[in-house]
């Protein structure tokens, strides 16, 4: 077994074998749980110490401590949303490298092993491992909003309500008609673009509320992560302007067949625009035609349940002495 203590120097090195790993791993979030976002985590939050990950080359582990009124606790790469497994690879494996990995720390209080399913063979390789060792509870429920893009733009379309297709039909003929334009500009080398995202989010509806990039801890990881999704080629962001002028952006990233929505923001003088509609549509035709099949929309909410075609849902196990 082998013992990294990773800083950020060193996680782009362990990127692609823990991605290989994510590959092995049963129903698994792909996107959160690779290096994109896992890593990009890893190295924002400074309310939690950096992560240590153990590997026997195969499977791997990796869990930040963070102290707290209840005492030292371990969780995974990403101490925020709960969306990756912080153990990766084949099951068994992967949850010997997890046993592993809370034997490295002496005074934890409990581990919070987030990402789990129901009927997950990774779940289950967990209660093996656990049994006799540990008291596992089923801990806090994540959801996140998913749409099906694999039939085309028409047949997701035809799934939407007779109102919101009428809706975003107007939409598009009246930004026609204003000069509301959509650019591509994944291209854009990502410090460059993603300045531009933090200037456009200055002026939109949430910019006010410390929430999104104009939160100093979310705008560093959201970085990172535009940073390693254009080192593959799979940052995706469309910038919606008016009159020369950047009005609201969608930002997002592709894995695999799956696009994960990150963040949509859009100048509150054109909200009734429909901006954040217009981005949308246009980044949901852009993955149809390079044959995306999911939309991650992340989290649910109320306002993205009408663009989205089912519920995903993980837990976190609450792994105890």
């Known amino acids: ?72 606790i371990l969780v995974g790469m990403d101490p925020v949303w709960g969306f990756a497994t912080p153990f990766v690879g084949p099951p068994r494996r992967a949850a010997e490298m997890l046993a592993c990995r809370l034997d490295l720390e ?100 949430k910019g006010g509320d410390d929430t999104g990039l104009a939160s100093d801890d979310l705008a560093d990881f959201y970085r990172r992560m535009c940073v390693r999704l254009a080192a593959r080629e799979h940052l995706r962001v469309l910038v919606a302007r008016h009159d020369g002028t950047d009005i609201g952006f969608v930002l997002g990233g592709v894995r695999g067949d799956t696009y994960r929505g990150l963040q949509l923001s859009y100048h509150r003088e054109h909200g009734d625009a429909g901006v954040g509609h217009l981005l949308q549509m246009a980044q949901i035709r852009l993955l149809v035609d390079e044959s995306v099949a999911v939309y991650d929309m992340g989290m649910e909410m109320p306002y993205k349940t009408r663009w989205a075609d089912r519920v995903d849902a993980t837990f976190a196990v609450i792994v105890s002495r």
């Open 106 to 205: 002496d005074d934890w209080s409990f581990a919070v092993v987030a990402g789990q399913r129901e009927d997950s063979a990774l779940t289950a390789a967990l209660a093996q491992v656990a049994n006799g060792r540990w008291r596992l509870y089923r801990g806090p429920e994540e959801q996140r909003l998913r749409a099906d893009l694999s039939g085309g733009v028409d047949a997701w379309f035809s799934r939407r309500s007779s109102r919101f297709r009428q809706r975003i039909r107007r939409l598009e003929r009246d930004a026609e008609t204003t000069g509301i334009e959509i650019v591509d500009v994944s291209a854009t080398a990502p410090d460059e673009v993603f300045d531009r995202l933090l200037a456009i989010e200055q002026t939109g509806w």
């Open 1 to 72: 077994m082998t013992i990294w203590r990773l800083d950020n120097d060193h996680l782009d090195d362990a990127a692609p074998h823990w991605d290989a790993a994510v590959d092995r791993t049963p129903d698994v979030d792909p996107f959160c749980a690779s290096s994109i976002w896992s890593f990009s985590a890893a190295s924002s939050f400074p309310d939690a110490e950096p992560p240590v990950v153990v590997t026997d080359g195969a499977a791997f582990c990796g869990m930040r401590a963070r102290d707290t009124e209840e005492g030292r």
